[in-house]
Nanobody
């Protein structure tokens, strides 16, 4: 069971940047697709971005051009660089990993392993 630990959340002003990190406990993390989901107050988790084992990236429309997902397999870590943040990006951000064959699914059910979440707050 891979363990995921997120870090990098915090409070930032609108227009600012944050970089989230997701560190995995397994050396085989490179064999997992990894995604970032976010949960807005009172809402269910929704897909933000994902990266496949071979580096294909996927984004929800609202973050395209502002967020960049990347991975460093040597460090067993996936990053989410978030630029030009908006107040509507305020949410708890969760890292998730999929051990299955991943082709860009945005469904949380297709990710088997989850971190504990990190709060991102963007002030106006």
């Amino acid at each position: 069971q891979v363990q995921l630990v997120e870090s990098g959340g915090g409070l930032v002003q609108a227009g600012g940047s944050l970089r989230l990190s997701c560190a995995a406990s397994e050396r085989t993390f490179s064999s997992y697709a990894t995604g970032w989901f976010r949960q807005f107050p009172g809402k269910e988790r929704e897909f933000a971005a994902a990266i496949s084992r071979i580096g294909n990236t996927y984004y929800t429309d609202s973050v395209k051009g502002r967020f960049t997902i990347s991975r460093d397999n040597a460090k067993n870590t996936v990053y989410l660089q978030m630029n030009r943040l908006r107040p509507e990006d305020t949410a708890v951000y969760y890292c998730a990993a999929s051990s299955g064959y991943y082709t860009g699914s945005r469904k949380s059910d297709d990710f088997q392993h989850w971190g504990q979440g990190t709060q991102v707050t963007v002030s106006s």
